[in-house]
């Protein structure tokens, strides 16, 4: 256990559907992210939130919309995505300039 | 910005031979080399790490040299076991801040 968690593990949804994934760190971190993990592509770095101000956005599409309400949260609500959006996403926490990142275990996202 | 090439994607050897990844970088101003881990439906995790003012480092098995000249730097793994196969995935960064990944290597250790 890292300290970071990520819900749901598994997510299914057809592309009209809304729903959101959630981050949980309890490590006191300042720094959060969210990475899209694609077979045989590099981890494509999405969004960075640095006390818990968005500082990167990662010429993301709008249909991924991120929030991080306080320092130990962080979500991605997802919004009328497409079949090529189905990909492990993956939370990380880590230290501003210190450059270690702490991962969850990620939630597989299926768009139907 | 920062992109990063690594090679191979696949490379397969036998249980106490050495493994060899290497990667390279586009922005001299990258100053921080990490490597991470990931085994088959687990997270990625941190196994070594490099900054830029040192050449290279060492953490029993596992080893990493940078060339800061040449933008590149490597992962070596010696007395390679069953259990170092998963994916590894080299980064850079400037100061620690979006870290930029390589594709991965699959590495299969074969006993």
């Known amino acids: 256990e890292t300290g970071v968690t990520q819900t749901p593990r598994h997510l299914v949804m057809g592309m009209t559907n809304k729903k959101s994934l959630k981050c949980e760190q309890h490590l006191g971190h300042n720094a959060m992210y969210w990475y899209k993990q694609s077979a045989k592509k590099p981890l494509e770095l999405m969004f960075v939130y640095n006390f818990k101000e968005q500082t990167e956005n990662n010429s993301v599409p709008s249909r991924f919309s991120p929030e991080c309400p306080n320092s130990s949260h962080l979500f991605l609500h997802l919004h009328t995505l497409q079949p090529e959006d189905s990909a492990l996403y993956l939370c990380?926490?880590?230290?501003?300039?210190?450059?270690?990142?702490?991962f969850g275990e990620g939630s597989r996202l299926t768009v139907l | 910005g920062e992109n990063v090439e690594q090679h191979p994607s696949t490379l397969s050897v036998q249980e106490g031979d050495s493994a060899v990844i290497k990667c390279t970088y586009s922005?001299?101003?990258?100053?921080?080399f990490p490597w991470y881990k990931q085994e088959l439906g687990k997270r990625p995790q941190l196994i070594i790490d490099?900054?830029?003012?040192?050449g290279e480092k060492k953490d029993q098995r596992i080893a990493v040299t940078l060339n800061k000249t040449a933008k590149h730097f490597s992962l070596h793994i010696t007395e390679t076991q069953p259990e170092d196969s998963a994916v590894y995935f080299c980064?850079?960064?400037?100061?620690?801040?979006?870290?930029?990944f390589g594709a991965g290597t699959i590495l299969r250790v074969k006993s």
């Open positions: 990380a926490t880590g230290h501003t300039n210190t450059g270690e990142l702490f």
């Open positions: 922005d001299s101003a990258s100053n921080y």
């Open positions: 490099i900054r830029s003012n040192v």
């Open positions: 980064a850079a960064s400037k100061n620690g801040n979006k870290l930029v």
